[in-house]
């Protein structure tokens, strides 16, 4: 396959809302469950709950710039507008992540990694018509 077509086909997928909003989760999960498993491994902290908590703040930074440069880069808010309805957006939806891994992982002693992968399926849902219809309005 030739360069330029391939250029091309990359292009089209990138112009396309959804994959731009998958390439940014993806990358703001793995800043969260990098920072969650630094938590827990490295500094040895005893609660899933407490460490996910913490993690999700680096995931959600991560997520906002993402999703303001990069997913939904049309968006006519003004920036304080953005930054206020996001920071609601995602305090709910950390609230939810950090509960359902506290009872998953802490409660019931169940893998943690299994539950973020839970947790992170409610997480992307909730998040992508959040930031749709709520906080970039696009």
């Known amino acids: 396959m030739p360069t330029s077509t391939l250029r091309g086909k990359v292009a ?35 609660s899933a709950g407490v460490a996910n ?11 906002f710039l993402g ?3 990069f997913v939904f880069q049309g968006s006519l808010e003004p920036l304080f507008k953005q930054v206020y309805r996001f ?3 995602y305090a709910a939806i950390a609230l939810l992540h950090g509960a359902l891994m506290y009872v998953w992982a802490d409660h019931y002693q169940l893998n943690y990694i299994a539950g973020f992968v839970v ?5 992307v849902l909730c998040s992508y018509w959040g930031n749709k219809r709520m906080v970039f309005k696009v």
């Open 87 to 89: 920071i609601f957006l």
């Open 12 to 46: 089209a997928l990138l112009a396309q809302q959804s994959v731009r909003y998958l390439i940014n989760g993806l990358a703001a999960t793995a800043v969260h469950f990098a920072v969650l498993t630094f938590n827990l491994k490295v500094l040895g902290w005893g």
């Open 67 to 69: 999703s303001r440069y």
């Open 119 to 123: 947790a992170t399926g409610m997480q």
């Open 53 to 63: 908590m913490v993690a999700a703040v680096f995931g959600i930074a991560a997520s």
